[in-house]
């Protein structure tokens, strides 16, 4: 059974930056796709950046295009997400979750197509 764990987050203050990490076990994450995603308090569970192991390609949403990174080491079975420029507004649990179909030229960021999903680190941007 693939798992999937997050972890490296953490309190920040505003302007700094983590680097979160997914490390699956159980499988390879040849071919797949992994996403990331984030839930902020109240709000509702958001994609935030996808990389498909089937050509490398990358997606971010827009709220955090320049300042996010998504990155894999395949013989590390991880992917990172590299978070630059922390405000508040990106304060949430993190969740990478991976898709099973491959993907080409793009990757989704949409939680229905999720097969696995871990279970989480808190990222806390506050002064």
């Known amino acids: 059974q693939l798992q999937l764990v997050e972890s490296g987050g953490g309190l920040v203050q505003p302007g700094g930056s983590l680097r979160l990490s997914c490390a699956a076990s159980?499988?390879?994450?040849?071919?797949?796709?992994i996403a990331w995603f984030r839930q902020a308090p109240g709000k509702e569970r958001e994609g935030v950046s996808c990389i498909s192991h089937t050509d490398g390609s990358t997606n971010y949403a827009d709220s955090v295009k320049g300042r996010f990174t998504i990155s894999s080491d395949n013989a590390k079975n991880t992917v990172y997400l590299r978070l630059n420029n922390l405000t508040p507004e990106d304060t949430a649990v993190y969740y990478c979750a991976l898709a099973s179909a491959s993907y080409r030229n793009t990757c989704p960021m949409r939680d229905i197509v999720m097969d696995y999903w871990g279970e989480g680190t808190l990222v806390t941007v506050s002064s």
């Open positions: 159980g499988g390879t994450l040849d071919y797949y796709t």
